[in-house]
């Protein structure tokens, strides 16, 4: 396909289409649910099976969950792309304690938590092209 006829297939009024703003806010609440609405099973579970496993991980191992704005601008950076991984995200936020230094794994661990969230970060960016016609 050339430039010109994949330009022509792009329409700008499609960004803040509704099923637009719904499929990238369902790819950050939900990691794999942006791909599924948009009929993306296999996208759907391949996504969702790799950033909950490195976020199950990062809890198993004892990693750390960043709080913004709180603790300086490099850490409210990593807070930024933890949140990435929306709800389970908040959820952990809220359900657990935060991870110890001491900890032999804690650097590992909190990294997982730190990709899993970057990681869904570009799904969401991936789903709007698709939602977009981009894609």
Not at 16 to 38: D, S
Not at 52 to 63: D, H, N, P, T, V
Request: aromatic fraction near 14%; include cysteine.
């Amino acid at each position: 396909m050339s430039a010109q006829e994949q330009t022509s297939q792009f329409d700008p009024q499609l960004f803040f289409a509704p099923e637009t703003i719904r499929n990238c806010i369902a790819a950050w609440l939900v990691p794999g649910l942006g791909y599924y609405l948009l009929g993306k099973k296999q996208h759907a579970v391949i996504i969702a099976v790799c950033l909950y496993l490195a976020f199950l991980l990062g809890i198993f191992l004892g990693g750390d969950l960043y709080v913004l704005g709180a603790e300086g601008k490099i850490r409210s950076l990593g807070a930024l792309c933890q949140t990435g991984f929306g709800v389970p995200y908040m959820l952990a936020k809220l359900l657990l304690d935060r991870g110890s230094p001491l900890n032999i794994t804690y650097d590992y661990a909190t990294n997982y938590f730190l990709i899993a969230g970057m990681i869904n970060w570009l799904v969401v960016m991936d789903v709007f092209d698709y939602s977009v016609k981009r894609k």
